[in-house]
T-cell receptor, first 112, second 114 residues
Framework: DAGITQSPRHKVTETGTPVTLRCHQT?????MYWYRQDPGHGLRLIHY???????DKGEVSDGYSVSRSKTEDFLLTLESATSSQTSVYFC???????????FGPGTRLTVL | AQKVTQAQTEISVVEKEDVTLDCVYE???????LFWYKQPPSGELVFLIR??????QNEISGRYSWNFQKSTSSFNFTITASQVVDSAVYFC???????????FGAGTTVTVRA
């Protein structure tokens, strides 16, 4: 357990509205990630961060943006939510040297 | 690009049977990590094992065992004498230290019937 919390844990929103998901960690890990989980696809990387203000895209980054102004917080924003973004979102952190990754509890997002 | 394939979508067994989950990975890197995660019905991701590319020793942990073969790019997972509590989705994953991106397989759903 790396002290990762995600908020909110559940959210229902309407198409076209902006949504921000928050990931908070207490272990001062440098690397942080956002994944989405959909049936038949496993977990797919949306964006990740390798330090404060340092971020990069993953394989499914279209429609998402991220920000990391502090080591402990990594925000995922859907500027204008679409029904295809209905998913379970997981945040994770990584201890680089050990290659050990820790996951948050997940956020279930439903876009109507 | 790296890729992880879990060919088995679903496996259903009767309690006490053994079950083997296949994982095949692709990468051109010589240094990498392989993982298995369990996702029970409650939804959280539970870390099971990490193996680096230089350690081909097989590992056993209780009823769980892992067979890592670089020659076939496989990292298979066996549950011996399965129990109902083993019912979950199991994911295999690959991490490359050059960018620290984790690639997941699509997952295998294991159902153990009493």
């Amino acid at each position: 357990d790396a002290g990762i919390t995600q908020s909110p844990r559940h959210k229902v929103t309407e198409t076209g509205t902006p949504v921000t998901l928050r990931c908070h960690q207490t272990e001062n890990h440098r690397y942080m990630y956002w994944y989405r989980q959909d049936p038949g696809h496993g977990l797919r990387l949306i964006h990740y961060s390798y330090g404060v203000k340092d971020t990069d895209k993953g394989e499914v980054s279209d429609g998402y943006s991220v920000s990391r102004s502090k080591t402990e917080d990594f925000l995922l924003t859907l500027e204008s939510a679409t029904s295809s973004q209905t998913s379970v979102y997981f945040c994770a952190t990584l201890i680089a040297g050990a290659g050990e990754q820790f996951f948050g509890p997940g956020t279930r997002l439903t876009v109507l | 690009a790296q890729k992880v394939t879990q060919a088995q979508t679903e496996i259903s067994v009767v309690e006490k049977e053994d079950v083997t989950l296949d994982c095949v990975y692709e990468t051109r890197d010589t240094t990498y990590y392989l993982f298995w995660y369990k996702q029970p019905p409650s939804g959280e991701l539970v870390f099971l094992i990490r193996r680096n590319s230089f350690d081909e020793q097989n590992e056993i942990s209780g009823r769980y065992s892992w067979n890592f073969q670089k020659s076939t790019s496989s990292f298979n997972f066996t549950i011996t004498a399965s129990q109902v509590v083993d019912s979950a989705v199991y994911f295999c994953a690959l991490l490359l230290p050059r960018d620290y991106k984790l690639s997941f397989g699509a997952g295998t759903t294991v159902t153990v019937r009493a």
